[in-house]
């Protein structure tokens, strides 16, 4: 036990010189993590995105219409741009210089008052997700309490009392609770599920990199050496360095979340650090898994990258995973990053404790045998360089 611990501590040594000597390592998780969180944090550091361009095709010029521009300009979402045409509106959404436009047709404020049900249409530019759906949602329910508007006055211009009017315009009054982000801050939204995924691809690559850069710069044997010739020695000393220096950024990026931002968080950070922790402990093992499959850097880095990318389709935080396919939604289960997401919507908006996401852990925790499907294979590969290094 006592030399193993040695040659554990030597192969330590070992890789904390190969880290000083190739910045790569620090690079592409230090600095990318950084600078991802940098990003995001400063690019929606308003919460929500103000002052989208919304076309505008007043072809009525009404002080009905004028109103409604005057609406969507007093809200913090919209800013109106004026088109003469369609045809001019259209070009600009297409082009990028709008997200949206709608179009006021002729003749509408004496359609409203003739009761002849004008058509009010707009227009929304999809491609651009956040922008494309803040301005529709915006549209809409303005489109909607402008209706709702018109309907008031021709009541109250045939005596109705305001009581009387609004139980016809709004039979049933909606109260709704935005659990977990009541500001419907994007940052809590995107950041608490895209960071992790993120780490996962980071922790990832960078461990596929570490052990198969072994293999492709022909240094496998000196690390066995310095193992004593054992290769459970060698993968956990070689591991160590990286695994520490993945936890700590992952517990800076739990800090920065739940603590430095106050993004919301019903339980326990502690409980998330945990989860934090065996993410990463998890996506090694899955790094371990792929390099021990297919141990030819080039191709285990591609394999890498394809996995990881997409984690975050299979996670499940942009589109539910019960909504996928049949055949699709058991593939979730493969990818840490989706067990990860379950945790953190339990004790984040629900504060379940353990028992809300104890068999989430322990799921994590099976990626931790991955390795020993892949150990003869991966030590074979050590010891005589027999796979194409290019």
Request: charged residues 15%; proline residues 4%; positive net charge.
């Amino acid at each position: 036990m006592k030399s193993f611990v040695v040659n554990v501590m030597a192969v330590i040594r070992r890789e904390l010189r190969v880290i000083r000597q190739r910045p790569v390592y620090m690079i592409a998780s230090v600095g990318v993590l950084a600078f991802c969180i940098v990003f995001f944090m400063t690019f929606l550091k308003d919460r929500q995105p103000y002052d989208l361009p919304v076309g505008v095709v007043d072809s009525d010029r009404s002080s009905l219409s004028r109103n409604f521009i005057r609406q969507i300009e007093a809200t913090k979402i919209g800013k109106t741009v004026s088109f003469s045409t369609y045809a001019e509106a259209r070009h600009a959404l297409q082009t990028g210089r709008v997200t949206a436009f709608f179009v006021i047709p002729e003749h509408f404020y004496d359609d409203v008052l003739s009761y002849r049900q004008p058509t009010l249409a707009f227009y929304v530019n999809t491609v651009y997700f956040i922008g494309g759906s803040l301005s529709y949602k915006e549209l809409l329910t303005l489109a909607n309490l402008s209706s709702g508007a018109v309907q008031r006055e021709l009541l109250r211009a045939k005596g109705m009392s305001d009581t009387e009017i609004m139980g016809q315009i709004q039979p049933i009054v909606i109260d709704s609770h935005q659990i977990g982000n009541p500001t419907m801050d994007y940052k809590a939204f995107l950041l608490n599920a895209l960071l992790p995924g993120i780490l996962e691809a980071i922790v990832i690559l960078v461990t596929v990199y570490a052990l198969g850069s072994e293999l492709k710069y022909g240094t496998s044997r000196h690390l066995l050496e310095k193992a004593g010739g054992s290769m459970s020695a060698a993968l956990l000393g070689k591991l160590i360095p990286y695994t520490a220096l993945f936890v700590l950024l992952g517990l800076t990026c739990d800090f920065i979340l739940y603590g430095r931002t106050g993004f919301p968080m019903a339980g326990s950070v502690l409980n998330m650090c945990v989860g934090t922790v065996a993410l990463i402990l998890a996506s090694e093992a899955v790094a371990v898994f792929i390099i021990g499959t297919l141990p030819v850097l080039r191709l285990a880095i591609s394999i890498a990258a394809l996995y990881s990318t997409l984690g975050f389709s299979m996670a499940g935080f942009s589109l539910p995973v019960e909504a996928m396919p049949p055949y699709i939604r058991g593939l979730s289960a493969v990818f840490p990053v989706r067990h990860y997401y379950l945790m953190y919507v339990q004790e984040a908006f629900f504060a379940g404790g353990f028992g809300g996401w104890y068999m989430q852990l322990a799921y994590m925790l099976l990626f931790l045998f991955l390795p020993a499907t892949v150990y003869g294979r991966l030590r074979k590969a050590y010891e005589n360089l027999n796979f194409p290094r290019n």
